[in-house]
C-alpha cells in the first residue's frame, strides 16, 4: 500500500468518523465479493464509492445498512458495531437503493408518511419534515400526485426525500443517478450538496460514474474486484498518475504499430487505445508531445481526424491503479429489501 494510501485511508476519521470499516469480507460459497476493505468516513464528509458494475460497491453498503450479514471484519455506523447493535445503527441512517421502491400507487405525501411511520417520527415532527423534504427536493405542488406519474428524475427525488425523512445522520445512496439523463443528474448533484449542507449529513455514494464522483465527493474509494485499489481526494488522484495532460487523438488508418510510435514520443508516460484509431496519451508536457505528434502524422502519411488536450481525469486513475477502463455499463438491478425499522430483528 503506498503511503499516499495509508494517509488518506485513516487521515479523516479518528474520534470524528461517521462511518468506519476494518478488513470487511463478504463471501458467498466461494466467491468473494468483498476482500479485506478498511475505510473510515468523516462526520459531514460526501464519500465515493467508484468502480464498475460487480466490483462489489453494493455489497459493502448492503453489509454497512445491515442488509446482509457481515462474512469477517467489522463496520461501525455512528460508533455502532452493525453486527452487534444492528438496530442502533438503523435508527442513524438513510437507504437509497439502486431500484426505484417507493409505491407508484400512492401519492408523493403518502409514501413519505408511511415510511417517517416505520420509524415513529411524531405526527407533527411527520407533517413538517415531509413539508420541508418537498420543498427541498421541488416537488412541493406534486405532493398529491400519484407517484406512478413523475418521471425518472422526479421519482429519484422522491426516493431521496423519503429516505431523510426520519432525519438521519448518515445517508447511504446506491448509485442514485444510474439511468437519469444529464440533466436530471445534475439536478440529484445539485440537491444533494444543498441537502448535505441543510441537514448536515454524512453522505457515502456509490458510482460507476467518472464526473459523479468528481463532482460530488470529497474523498473517493476505488473499488475493484472486491478490494479497495486507491483513495484520496479526486485533485490527489489525479495528480497521482504520471502525466499531468491528456491528448486524444483520432486517426484515419493508422498503422499497426501506431501505439508503440505514440509511446515513443516525448514525455509520454502512458498510452491509452481506445479503439483501432483513438489513442488517449498522457504526456507531462503537452506541447511537445502535441507538436511532435503532429509532425509523426504527417511524415507517415496519417491523417488526423481530432485532437485534444485536457488535464488528467478520474478515468485515467482507475486505468492507473487497475489497469483497465471503467465503462459505463448497465446496471443490474439487485433485490434491495427496505431496511427494517427500529425495534424490528435484523
Known amino acids: 500500500m503506498s503511503a499516499m494510501f495509508k494517509k488518506a485511508a485513516g487521515e479523516t476519521a479518528g474520534q470524528n468518523a461517521a462511518i468506519k470499516v476494518e478488513n470487511i469480507v463478504k463471501r458467498y460459497g466461494d466467491f468473494t465479493a468483498v476482500d479485506g476493505i478498511s475505510f473510515e468516513v468523516a462526520d459531514g464528509e460526501i464519500f465515493g ?8 460497491k453494493s455489497t459493502l453498503i448492503r453489509m454497512m445498512t445491515t442488509l446482509i450479514p457481515i462474512t469477517a471484519g467489522k463496520a461501525y455506523i455512528a460508533g455502532y458495531d452493525v ?5 442502533a445503527a438503523r435508527r442513524t441512517i438513510g437507504v437509497i437503493p439502486q431500484a ?3 409505491d407508484i400507487d400512492l401519492t408523493l405525501e403518502e409514501n413519505l408518511s408511511i415510511y417517517a411511520k416505520l420509524y415513529g417520527v411524531p ?37 431521496i ?12 445512496l446506491d448509485e442514485p443517478t444510474t439511468g437519469l439523463d444529464p440533466v436530471s443528474r445534475v439536478a440529484v448533484w ?32 476505488i473499488v475493484d474486484h472486491g ?23 483520432q486517426f484515419i488508418s493508422p498503422p499497426e504499430d501506431w501505439e508503440k510510435r505514440l509511446h515513443e514520443l516525448s514525455y509520454v508516460t502512458t498510452v491509452q487505445p481506445e479503439s483501432t484509431d483513438m ?51 448497465q446496471v443490474k438491478t439487485f433485490g434491495y429489501m427496505m431496511p427494517p425499522r427500529p425495534g424490528m430483528n435484523p
Open 227 to 249: 478490494h479497495l485499489v486507491a483513495l484520496d481526494t479526486p485533485t490527489a488522484l489525479k495528480q497521482s498518475v504520471p502525466g499531468s495532460n491528456v491528448i486524444e487523438a
Open 190 to 221: 445539485e440537491m444533494l450538496n444543498k441537502l448535505k449542507a441543510q441537514r448536515q449529513l454524512t453522505i457515502l455514494i456509490t458510482t460507476h460514474y467518472m464526473d459523479e464522483a468528481d463532482r460530488l465527493c470529497d474523498r473517493i474509494a
Open 83 to 87: 453486527s452487534v447493535d444492528a438496530d
Open 100 to 102: 426505484l421502491t417507493s
Open 49 to 56: 464509492l467508484l468502480g464498475p458494475n460487480g466490483a462489489g
Open 161 to 172: 426525500a423519503r429516505g431523510l425523512v426520519h432525519n438521519p445522520k448518515i445517508f447511504f
Open 123 to 159: 405526527p407533527a415532527e411527520r407533517r413538517r419534515n415531509i413539508d420541508e423534504l418537498l420543498e427541498a427536493v421541488d416537488l412541493t405542488k406534486w405532493r398529491n400526485a400519484q407517484t406512478k406519474t413523475l418521471s425518472g428524475g422526479m421519482r429519484r427525488r422522491l426516493e
Open 279 to 329: 489513442y488517449r496519451v498522457l504526456t507531462s508536457n503537452s506541447s511537445v508531445t502535441t507538436t511532435q505528434l503532429v509532425e509523426m502524422a504527417v511524415r507517415a502519411g496519417v491523417e488526423m481526424k481530432s485532437l485534444s488536450v485536457q488535464n488528467t481525469t478520474l478515468d485515467d486513475v482507475f486505468v492507473h491503479y487497475t489497469g483497465r477502463q471503467l465503462r459505463d455499463e
